[in-house]
C-alpha cells in the first residue's frame, strides 16, 4: 500500500470522526479531562476542532462568516464573537467549565503582518494561544506527507508548504482562492456574489459550473507552478475548502504534469491539524 494511501486512510478517518463529533459531541468521562482545541480563522468559513487527550474527535463547530479577507482578519469583533459563542456551545456540550488552550493558523508568511491578529481573535474568544502555525503545515500534521507539497486553497488565498523528509523547506502564500472562484462564477451567472457562494458549495451544481471555472484553476495552477519551482516535487495534495470543488484535482494535475491528490473531504483537514498542534501552555 502507498505512502499517499496510509496517510489519507487516516485523515479520512480522521476527518469522518469529526464530522460525527460535530453531530454528536462526546464528553470525557474523566474528572479532569485534557482537551486540545484548534480554532481555524477561514475567508468563508470559521471552525473550531476539540480532541481529547488522545487526539481523537470530541467536539466541533463551523459557521460560514466573512470575517477574514484574503487571509486578514477585517472584523475583529466579529470574529471574536463568532469564535466565543462557538468556545461556549462546546464547553456546554462536553461539560466542561472552559476549553483553556487553544491552536491557530494563519496563511505562509503573514505573521508578521497578520499572525498578531489571529492570535488576539483566539485570545480575546477566552482561549490561551498555544501556538500558531502555517496553514499548510498544520494540514500536514494530519497528512503526514514526508516529501511533496501540501497546497490549501482556501477562501482567500492559495498557501503551499514543501516538505523534504518529513522538514518544512519552503511556504509561500498567494491571495487567490474561492472568493475568486465565487467571483467568477457571480459574474458569468449574472447572480449576486452571496448566491454564486451557496451555489458553489452545492456539489450537484460542480459538473455544470466547473466550465467556467477554468480561468481560476490556471491561476492556482500558475501560482503552484511558480513556488514550487526549483524543488523536487512529485506529488501535490490539496485541502481546503475550495478543494471541495468536484474535478479540481485532476484539472490541476493536467495543468502541472505532477500528481494531484486530495482527501475524501479536503473541508476539515486543516483545522483538525491545527487542534493537533495545540500545547498544554501558553505560547504565545
Not at 479520512?12 to 464528553?27: C, G, I, N, S
Not at 487527550?53 to 470575517?67: L, M
Not at 462546546?90 to 491578529?117: H, M, R, S
Not at 499548510?136 to 482567500?156: E, F, M, Y
Request: charged letters at 25%; proline letters at 5%; one cysteine or more.
Amino acid at each position: 500500500m502507498s505512502e499517499i494511501k496510509v496517510n489519507f486512510d487516516y485523515c479520512d478517518q480522521l476527518v469522518e470522526k469529526f464530522e460525527r463529533a460535530v453531530e454528536h459531541p462526546t464528553p470525557s468521562k474523566k474528572k479532569d479531562p485534557i482537551y486540545y482545541t484548534g480554532v481555524d480563522l477561514g475567508t468563508a468559513c470559521v471552525v473550531v476542532v476539540v480532541l481529547d487527550e488522545n487526539f481523537e474527535p470530541v467536539a466541533g463547530a463551523y459557521k460560514y462568516a466573512s470575517v477574514v479577507r484574503d487571509g486578514m482578519v477585517v472584523d475583529y469583533v466579529g470574529a471574536i464573537h463568532i469564535v466565543r459563542e462557538m468556545k461556549e456551545k462546546l464547553e456546554e456540550a462536553l461539560g466542561v467549565d472552559e476549553l483553556i488552550y487553544a491552536a491557530a493558523a494563519i496563511p505562509p508568511g503573514t505573521e508578521n503582518v497578520d499572525g498578531g491578529a489571529v492570535a488576539n481573535v483566539v485570545r480575546g474568544a477566552g482561549f490561551e494561544v498555544s501556538n500558531v502555525l502555517d496553514e499548510p503545515t498544520a494540514a500536514n500534521q494530519v497528512l503526514k506527507i514526508k516529501d511533496g507539497a501540501v497546497v490549501d486553497i482556501g477562501g482567500g488565498t492559495t498557501g503551499i508548504s514543501i516538505f523534504e523528509n518529513g522538514e518544512v523547506v519552503y511556504i509561500g502564500d498567494q491571495p487567490t482562492g474561492g472568493t475568486h472562484f465565487s467571483l467568477v462564477l457571480a459574474g458569468a451567472y449574472k447572480m449576486p456574489f452571496e448566491d454564486a457562494e451557496l451555489y458553489k458549495r452545492d456539489k450537484k451544481n460542480h459538473r455544470e459550473i466547473f466550465p467556467v471555472m477554468g480561468p481560476v484553476i490556471d491561476k492556482c495552477a500558475t501560482i503552484i507552478r511558480k513556488e514550487i519551482e526549483g524543488y523536487n516535487v512529485q506529488s501535490i495534495c490539496l485541502v481546503g475548502g475550495t478543494s471541495c470543488l468536484t474535478g479540481i484535482e485532476k484539472a490541476l494535475e493536467k495543468r502541472l504534469g505532477i500528481p494531484v491528490y486530495k482527501p475524501a473531504n479536503p473541508m476539515f483537514v486543516t483545522p483538525l491539524g491545527i487542534a493537533l498542534s495545540c500545547k498544554q501552555e501558553e505560547m504565545y
